[in-house]
């Protein structure tokens, strides 16, 4: 499967070494999965958004997270969305995690709002509140780790939501059969949430970050993710 990754951030300069970029990062997620994966990169937030042509070459498509908003209003974010809106009028398959799943929902008509809520760090807990065929293994839970403070506040049309908390309501989201919606981070290790975490911290109350890296002793659910993520792009590839 080749995979086109949407790349909308790099991580921090003193982290990178350490932590890797973003591509990797869900190269090091997925290809324990499935190690025949093909990668490519888009530098969308350098203006480099795929076009037409490219779609061909492509089987499954992946946003990244972000430091900057969907609401920014920044060239290359609307373009992208002109981009999401193209694969789903051509019913191919995306995922989007964290910013990448906020711009999917507002590109297909959604709504996304800073969270009254404040910052979502360290590991998010959430109800399992629907099934799809690609959710092998089921689970009743999906934890995973988080660094957000948008949400989406209202839908796009043809969405299902699959996990909710009180905190994000609208956590995994599948809209129509192609496109799905993460609001979490199943490509973060514990440690770079850690060291993400401390290098925010100014941004942030203390005490959520307190609460952030306490909540890092507990488990996350990225294997679990990471299969249902590939599962998902087959069975959408195979609709389309």
């Not at 799809?132 to 089921?138: E, S």
């Not at 309501?169 to 060291?195: N, V």
């Not at 993710?225 to 599962?231: E, G, I, P, Y």
Request: proline content about 6%; aromatic content about 10%; glycine content about 8%.
């Amino acid at each position: 499967m080749r995979i086109g990754i949407l790349q909308c951030d790099d991580v921090a300069e003193p982290l990178r070494e350490t932590h890797r970029n973003y591509p990797e990062q869900f190269a090091r997620l997925l290809d324990p999965q499935d190690p025949g994966l093909e990668w490519r990169t888009w530098r969308c937030l350098d203006g480099e958004i795929p076009t037409q042509a490219d779609i061909a070459e492509i089987d499954a498509w992946l946003i990244t997270g972000s430091k900057y908003g969907v609401n920014d209003g920044d060239a290359w974010i609307e373009r992208l969305c002109e981009f999401v809106r193209l694969l789903w009028a051509q019913h191919r398959p995306l995922i989007g995690v964290c910013f990448g799943h906020q711009l999917i929902a507002k590109a297909l008509g959604g709504e996304v709002e800073r969270s009254p809520r404040g910052w979502g760090v360290g590991v998010s807990y959430n109800r399992i509140t629907g099934q799809a065929p690609w959710m092998t293994p089921p689970r009743e839970a999906l934890n995973l780790l988080v660094s957000h403070q948008d949400q989406v506040a209202r839908l796009p049309a043809e969405t299902r939501v699959l996990a909710a908390s009180d905190f994000c309501p609208f956590y995994l989201i599948q809209i129509g059969e192609c496109f799905l919606g993460i609001q979490g981070h199943p490509e973060f290790t514990k440690a770079y949430s850690a060291d993400l975490m401390a290098l925010r911290g100014d941004r942030m109350p203390a005490a959520r970050v307190r609460e952030g890296q306490a909540s890092l002793a507990d488990e996350v659910d990225s294997e679990t993710m990471a299969r249902w993520m590939l599962a998902f792009w087959r069975q959408a590839g195979a609709q389309a």
